[in-house]
């Protein structure tokens, strides 16, 4: 059984559900992440729903903004309802937003246990911020004392690590890490930074990568999310080339 490939609504950001649908049908993608804060489209639970039906692409994950709030939470319940989707990926808040991160720790659990079909997720956040739960200092050793504490999962963004981490600390404990990965984002990064690149062209081992999560027997989807130039996103022959792309390495080095 191969794992899911989707694409991340975040990667075509400007366009339209409709348009993002299309495109990730046309590129043999299995369905979709839904990013609801970069769309208000994307919080129309009926129209999703009706998306969904119309390209035959299911939604596999819904991604929460880093401004997390109790309104928000439940559209995406519904959501979730609507489309029979069961992960939630929630972006870390920013280190000084505490009412998010209030918000988050103080209700993470008790969501979790209202609603035990569900997967919640913490997508790590780029190496140069901070994690803010539940300790001041991030460092991605300690992810699995967060996930454990709050009763969640990891959505993993392989392009927000550095890259000596990812090769090294998260590979050498991956037996710790596995069985609480909901979901991986798939991207690379470059020597000066710069993230969620167009896999294969960064500096990130990614064969490897692949290699060490196959061993560990990670099921669950890789989501396609890409930082695509104003340049690329103003022409959808080239979109379609890149997911195409990302698609097929994927699919080469990843199953």
């Known amino acids: 059984m191969r794992n899911k490939i989707i694409l991340s609504t975040d990667t075509m950001i400007g366009y339209g559900l409709d348009m993002i649908f299309d495109m990730a049908k046309r590129c043999g993608y299995d ?13 129309n639970e009926n129209y999703v729903k009706n998306l969904v039906k119309k390209y035959e692409l299911p939604i596999y994950a819904i991604q929460t903004s880093s401004l997390l709030n109790s309104k928000e939470m439940n559209k995406v319940l519904d959501l979730c309802e609507a489309t029979d989707c069961d992960l939630i990926t929630i972006n870390a ?45 991030y460092r991605f050793n300690n992810v699995v004392d967060i996930i454990k504490k709050y009763s969640c999962n990891l959505a993993l963004d392989i392009a927000n690590m550095n890259s000596d981490d990812l090769e090294n600390i998260f590979v050498n404990k991956l037996d710790d ?18 993230t969620h690149l167009l896999p294969g062209e960064g500096i990130l081992k990614l064969p490897q990568f692949f290699k060490k999560i196959r061993k560990a027997g990670y099921l669950r989807p890789f989501s396609v999310k890409l930082a695509l130039t104003k340049d690329e996103l103003a022409d ?5 080339i890149i997911l195409t792309k990302a698609k097929e390495f994927i699919e080469k080095y990843g199953e």
């Open 93 to 137: 808040p920013k280190f000084f937003d505490f009412k998010s991160y209030s918000f988050i720790s103080n209700n993470i659990s008790e969501y979790q246990n209202q609603n035990p079909s569900l997967y919640f997720a913490i997508i790590n956040p780029e190496d140069t911020n901070v994690f803010a739960l539940p300790i001041p200092a």
């Open 31 to 43: 369905g979709i992440d839904l990013a609801i804060s970069k769309g208000f489209d994307a919080r």
């Open 177 to 194: 890490f596995a069985p609480y990965l909901a979901l991986i984002y798939i991207s690379d990064k470059s020597k000066s930074g710069a």
């Open 236 to 240: 959808s022959d080239k979109i379609e």
